[in-house]
């Protein structure tokens, strides 16, 4: 799972990402990312609307994306915050599906001179 260090938990901190960050979008997921240039670790933050369904389906979504970011969370720079939003699409996608679109997602938001090497 992912640490409470490793997580958004302001709203402020939300919308500044949300609306000043890069963007990349797929099939079951929005990724926003914003490098702040601060020397902390990466935080991600989730988005899960009750579009995606009900209370058991989005905290599902919701614990699988925090696995996915716990994982990933090597490969993204220091100082960076990421949002990801689930789409409805993303209830009824496998663990491996959303790792995939996250993890291509951050390749291409990240700069290759930042990314770390797993």
């Given at each position: 799972m992912l640490a409470r260090p490793y997580r958004l938990t302001r709203g402020s901190d939300y919308r500044l990402v949300v609306r000043r960050g890069s963007r990349c979008g797929g099939a079951r997921v929005i990724t926003s990312m914003?490098?702040?240039?601060?020397?902390?670790?990466?935080?991600?933050?989730?988005?899960?609307?009750?579009?995606?369904?009900?209370?058991?389906?989005r905290n599902t979504v919701r614990r699988r994306l925090k696995a996915v970011c716990a994982e990933a969370l090597p490969r993204v720079p220091e100082g960076t915050d990421v949002v990801i939003r689930a789409l409805?699409?993303?209830?009824?996608?496998?663990f491996a599906e959303l790792r995939a679109d996250v993890d291509r997602c951050l390749s291409r938001l990240t700069p290759a001179s930042d990314a770390v090497s797993a």
């Open positions: 914003l490098t702040t240039g601060e020397s902390r670790a990466a935080r991600f933050g989730f988005i899960i609307s009750k579009q995606v369904g009900t209370a058991v389906v409805p699409a993303s209830a009824t996608a496998s």
